[in-house]
């Protein structure tokens, strides 16, 4: 069974600043992965996804984050973080089975300060 | 495009009862919906698997006759918390894969269950 880490449980950053938000993944099989945003009291939006292919892959928002098979990881990054990014960050993995089956990591809280 | 919708967003029962929510696909069809259920500053955890015209598929240690899932068309799936307890009170999530986009996943705003 596949199972994601997210070691940073929240990440305080300064306005304009860089910030980079750690995932790694558990798997024996070929998976997909996905970065979700969650704003307070509301669902999850997806914020950019790997199926295959360019392991650098942009989303929304001017977030990126690179897929690293030999070190299992998929961390987001932005390269000037706003106010407006202040929420939870959720990563994903996904083996395909046909339809698919999400599991989560734990989560982590970007704070953005001005 | 791809909107999924929850209803009611907020709801507080008593407890013993029962409360119904529902997840509708507003502008697809969606074969496969799920069921999530997120406590306080945690992760989202996978109740159950629902595919339309069949029974769902839960997830090991939820309960099928407390947590009932039906998804009787295309665009709706039904999640009834049978005699709800106070320890029942979260934040459920619903997902939506759109037929034949089976990478794919939606989710809906979420519904917060308060049960006194």
């Known amino acids: 069974a596949q199972s994601v880490t997210q070691l940073d449980s929240q990440v305080p950053v300064f306005e304009e600043a860089p910030v980079e938000l750690r995932c790694n993944y558990s798997?024996?099989?070929?998976?997909?992965l996905f970065w979700y945003v969650q704003y307070p009291n509301q669902g999850l939006q997806l914020l950019l996804k790997?199926?295959?292919?360019?392991?650098l892959v942009k989303g929304i928002n001017g977030f990126e984050a690179e897929f690293n098979k030999s070190q299992t990881s998929f961390h987001l990054r932005k390269p000037s973080v706003h106010i407006s990014d202040t929420a939870e960050y959720f990563c994903a993995v996904s083996e395909y089975t046909g339809f698919q089956k999400l599991v989560f990591g734990t989560g982590t809280r970007l704070l953005v300060s001005p | 495009g791809a909107v999924v919708s929850q209803h009611p967003s907020w709801v507080i029962c008593k407890s013993g009862t029962s409360v119904k929510i529902e997840c509708r696909s507003l502008?697809?069809?969606?074969?496969?919906m799920f069921w999530y259920r997120q406590f306080p500053k945690q992760s989202l955890m996978l109740m159950a698997t629902?595919?339309?015209?069949?029974?769902?598929?839960?997830e090991q240690g939820v309960e099928k006759d407390k947590f009932l899932i039906n998804h009787a068309s295309l665009t709706l799936s039904t999640l009834t918390v049978t005699s709800a307890h106070p320890e029942d009170s979260s934040f459920y999530i619903c997902?939506?894969?759109?037929?034949?986009?089976?990478?794919?996943?939606?989710f809906g705003p979420g519904t917060r269950l308060t049960v006194t």
């Open positions: 997902s939506a894969t759109p037929t034949g986009y089976s990478y794919e996943q939606y």
């Open positions: 790997y199926l295959s292919g360019s392991t």
């Open positions: 502008d697809f069809q969606a074969t496969t």
């Open positions: 798997s024996s099989v070929s998976v997909y």
């Open positions: 629902s595919n339309e015209g069949s029974k769902a598929t839960y």
